[in-house]
């Protein structure tokens, strides 16, 4: 079973507008990890953020983390048409062993 | 580029034939991590690997198994295919340790007919 889900499984959005992601888990992390993914291909890290962290940037993208919500989001803003992917998160509870989320599918509209 | 390599790309098998899904790691990464991962679902922990001990497995059966050699390459083994095994496998190689970022390669996708 996933550990973290995602919320909204897609979204569409224009082309520079904001991306808003949600991520819910169920147990204590060490710390909470963002992934994207291009179409069915390897996994590209974004972010890492640990669990006595609230709030970290890594240029257009801003992740929060709310550990007594067990909750994160991932924010991109200014999106580009490139940024179309789909994004997981990802906690890693024990041991680096990294479970996912079921994802988020972003659609940049031109 | 993550470092990380996987072959082969692509790969068609009958069911209940063996596959053995291979994976190149950075070097220096003592951990390796398996994922298998349907259409349209997130990644799920197959097992992992630390100093070629298996460290962790996920709820799949015995009929997954794996490696992991000194020189930082591992593999997946699945035997008796079914057609459920079809999927895109990833494997993530890091450095253990409790905060530390995984790097995954481009995966290998098993079709079963």
């Known amino acids: 079973s996933q550990q973290g889900e995602e919320d909204p499984q897609a979204l569409s959005i224009q082309e520079g507008e904001n991306a808003t992601m949600n991520c819910s888990y169920k147990t204590s992390i060490n710390n909470l990890q963002w992934y994207r993914q291009n179409s069915g291909r390897g996994l590209v890290h974004l972010i890492l953020?640990?669990?006595?962290?609230r709030e970290k940037h890594s240029g257009r993208l801003r992740v929060t983390l709310d550990t007594s919500k067990k909750s994160s989001s991932l924010l991109i803003t200014a999106s580009r048409a490139a940024d179309t992917a789909s994004y997981f998160c990802?906690?890693?509870?024990?041991?680096?062993?990294?479970?996912f989320g079921s994802g988020t599918r972003l659609s940049i509209r031109p | 580029e993550t470092g990380v390599t996987q072959s082969p790309t692509h790969l068609i098998k009958t069911r209940g034939q063996q596959v053995t899904l291979r994976c190149s790691s950075q070097s220096g990464h003592n951990t390796v991590s398996w994922y298998q991962q349907a259409l349209g679902q997130g990644p799920q922990f197959i097992f992992q690997y630390y100093r070629e001990e298996e460290n962790g497995r996920g709820n799949f059966p015995p009929r997954f198994s794996g490696l992991q050699f000194p020189n930082y390459s591992s593999e997946l083994n699945v035997n008796a295919l079914e057609l459920d095994d079809s999927a895109l496998y990833l494997c993530?190689?890091?450095?253990?340790?409790?905060?530390?970022?995984?790097?995954f390669g481009q995966g290998t996708r098993l079709t079963v007919v």
């Open positions: 993530a190689s890091e450095v253990w340790g409790p905060n530390t970022e995984a790097f």
């Open positions: 953020i640990r669990s006595n962290e």
């Open positions: 990802a906690t890693d509870s024990s041991a680096s062993k990294i479970i």
